[in-house]
């Protein structure tokens, strides 16, 4: 399956700011979802997008699902120490099935 | 509690030395994957099934075998280990006939192959 492009790689930030990252693919993906992991742990879904263009929130967190069906961003607002960890992107051609992942973005917050 | 078991959590072991990783999970979900994943390159799916006796090669299935004869068990076999298969290992699971279908993944075991 395809690797998708998660950019950015890592960011260190202050608490308090705001977090943008986004993936972007070469084909169509027909569900985008975003994981985060900590140290030490599985990935856990953030969110789940299953429409071209949604826009979905889950507290800080929002995230869309591009209008081309090959793109999708995540934004956190006002982050927070425990945002901390890698956050991956990924692509589903049949909702439930096998997931095409980025490489992730690793995001430290610094009090 | 829903959930996905490996076992073990970390494992050393030598080159050519068959070992097994398990993987269980309590949700009566039909798919079931294994994933590596390694520094720079995110997660890989090495092979997936999805129901009883059905399994499937994923992107990275070299050096793996699986099998799947009951529905909460995906264990993942490598016959002989070889250095290149140190790496962190997921097992998740999901059930695509529920209209959310969001994989759940187990705590991962990291393998080092001496």
């Known amino acids: 399956g395809q690797q998708l492009n998660q950019s950015p790689q890592s960011m260190f930030i202050q608490e308090g700011e705001d977090v943008s990252m986004n993936c972007t693919s070469s084909?169509?993906?027909?569900?985008w979802l975003w994981y985060k992991q900590e140290p030490g742990e599985g990935p856990v879904l953030l969110i789940a997008?299953?429409?071209?263009?949604e826009l979905t929130s889950n507290g800080r967190l929002t995230a869309q699902f591009g209008i081309t069906r090959k793109d999708s961003f995540l934004n956190i607002s006002a982050s927070i120490p425990s945002d901390v960890g890698i956050y991956f992107c990924?692509?589903?051609?049949?909702?439930?099935?096998?997931?095409?992942f980025g490489k992730g973005t690793s995001l430290l917050v610094t009090p | 509690e829903a959930q996905v078991t490996q076992n073990p959590r970390y494992l050393i072991t030598v080159t050519g030395k068959k070992l097994t990783v398990t993987c269980s999970q309590n949700?009566?979900?039909?798919?079931m994957s294994w994933y590596r994943q390694d520094p720079g390159l995110g997660l890989r799916q090495i092979y997936y099934?999805?129901?009883?006796?059905?399994?499937d090669k994923g992107d990275v299935p070299e050096g793996y075998k699986v099998s799947r004869k009951e529905k909460r068990n995906f264990p993942l076999i490598l016959e002989s280990p070889s250095p290149n298969q140190t790496s962190l290992y997921f097992c998740?699971?999901?059930?695509?006939?529920?209209?959310?279908?969001?994989?759940?993944f187990g705590p991962g075991t990291r393998l080092t192959v001496l």
């Open positions: 084909s169509i993906f027909n569900t």
């Open positions: 998740a699971s999901s059930s695509p006939g529920n209209s959310y279908n969001e994989q759940f």
């Open positions: 949700m009566n979900h039909e798919y």
């Open positions: 990924a692509g589903q051609r049949i909702s439930g099935y096998a997931l095409n």
């Open positions: 099934s999805m129901n009883v006796e059905v399994t």
């Open positions: 997008l299953y429409k071209a263009g």
